[in-house]
Every structure is written in C-alpha cells, then in structure tokens.
C-alpha cells in the first residue's frame, strides 16, 4: 500500500519569533510561530515542525511554554525539536501536547537514546533529525546545528538510527537548504530504498515542481520546507492540487 504524501511546513524558532535562513546562516525573523502554525493548519498543511534551532548550541531547554499554547491552536500533528538530550525532555514536551520529538545532537553522541525513547514512547514518535552535507563525494553527518563536522557517513547513521528504533528520518541537505533550488534527490532516494521507515526531505524547496521531484525521483514520504511557506511564494492549497494533478497520491 502506497502511504499518502506529506506537505509539512518547518518553522525555526529562536527567542520565540519564527525565523528563516540560508545555509544554516544569516538568520532573519519571518514571524510569530502560532500564527503562522494555525494558518498552515487552516491551509491544509499534513504535520508541522518546530525545531529551537538555538537550543543544542546554546545549552538551553526546550520551550514548553509554546509547545502547549501550539497544541491548544492547531488540530494537526506537529513535531518539536531542538536541544532534545534526554528521556525527561521527551516526556514534558510530550506532555505539553507535541505529537513527536525529533532528535539529532544528542543520539548521534549517545546513539542508545534512540532505543530507551522508542522502547518508552514508540518509535512512532521518534523523529531522527540528520543534517548532511556533500563533500569529498560522499554525504556526512553535521551536529549542533550544522555546526560540527563528523566523519560518519549519512547512509551509515540512517541505518543504524533505525535499527536502534528510529521511526521516521528528517533529512536536511546543508547545501541546499535556504537556496531554492530544488531538494538533495541524490541522498534522499538512496536513503528511501535503503532503510525502512519514512523519510521527509528537508532543503532547496523552491518551487511546485521541486515536491514533485522529491516525491518521485527522491522517493520522500514527506517533503518540508520553510521560506516558500513563509513567503506565501508557494500556497500549500495549491500546492496540494497541482500535485494531484500530476497523479500523486497527497493527503
């Protein structure tokens, strides 16, 4: 059975404002995150994503004050990630009202918390958050934000996150993230045939097409983007509808 594909928007929070950058830089503030969380709600977005992008970086807790005003708001699923390092954090955003967590810091350096939080929570909702970057041809793992190096592979991280419990992988492309032109569909289709669970594409979303692509081509089972979003350069009703009409199965 072919699972229906997913439009999840991301909204980057940092001091509690939305914010949007290029290449993991130059950050910029796009505006409120409940707001814009109900109007992709109210769109017809599938699940959102709200990653506390200063969290890891900053040593700093996640923000559960949010997390519970978002789940009062909006009547979609939606993930929250960012500074996520232990079973706690997972159980009080839980609580708060957020429908799954999404880890990247933490259980690449303590690869065990994956299998404590699926064994706990279900895998279901545990999201495995990788940041990759292309170089010396192959992709790698990046921490912290995108701002540690690692000499891990992509597809050797994927792998092994889901054989520990991972229930699903946000997959970021570095080089392609803010940039618009299209998702990495290299890594994400090799990534799709080669692990179990679902992948969300994650980087370069520039125009209608570019889902298209990635569903296809990158075969994704969810593809998130950002600025397109928050611009209003591409409307998710829209969206939704052209992709139907190219015969993709969408929710």
């Known amino acids: ?18 914010v949007k950058g290029i290449n993991f830089e130059n950050i910029r503030i796009v505006g409120d995150p409940i707001e814009l969380g109900t109007w992709y709600a109210e769109q017809g977005a599938d699940e959102l994503v709200y990653l506390d992008i200063s969290a890891t970086h900053e040593k700093r807790k996640l923000i559960l004050d949010l997390v519970s005003r978002v789940a009062r708001q909006i009547n979609i699923p939606f993930t929250v990630g960012g500074g996520i390092s232990s079973i706690e954090d997972v159980s009080r955003l839980l609580d708060a009202g957020a429908d799954k967590v999404s880890i990247n810091s933490a259980a690449f350096n303590s690869p065990e918390l994956i299998t404590k939080l699926a064994n706990r929570y279900g895998s279901q909702c545990i999201i495995l958050a990788i ?6 041809d192959d992709w790698y793992v990046y921490i912290n934000g995108g701002r540690i190096a690692t000499k891990i592979k992509t597809i ?17 492309s570095m080089n392609n993230d ?3 032109n299209g998702f990495a569909l290299d890594i994400t289709s090799y990534i799709s045939d080669s692990v179990g669970v679902p ?16 569903f296809t081509e990158g075969k ?3 593809a998130l983007a950002a600025s397109i979003f928050h611009n209003k350069e591409v409307e998710i009703k829209e969206l939704k509808q052209h992709l139907k009409n190219k015969g993709i199965q969408i929710r």
Do not use: Q
């Open 199 to 214: 992948i969300i594409a994650s980087g370069g979303a520039g125009n209608m097409s570019h889902f298209y692509d990635v």
């Open 1 to 18: 059975m072919t699972l229906a594909k997913r439009i999840i928007p991301c909204l980057d929070v940092k001091d509690g404002n939305t």
């Open 178 to 180: 803010g940039t618009k």
């Open 220 to 222: 994704a089972d969810a």
């Open 156 to 172: 050797d991280w994927a792998k092994r996150a889901v054989e520990l419990g991972a229930g699903e992988i946000l997959l970021t």
């Open 131 to 136: 940041d990759t970057k292309f170089e010396n």
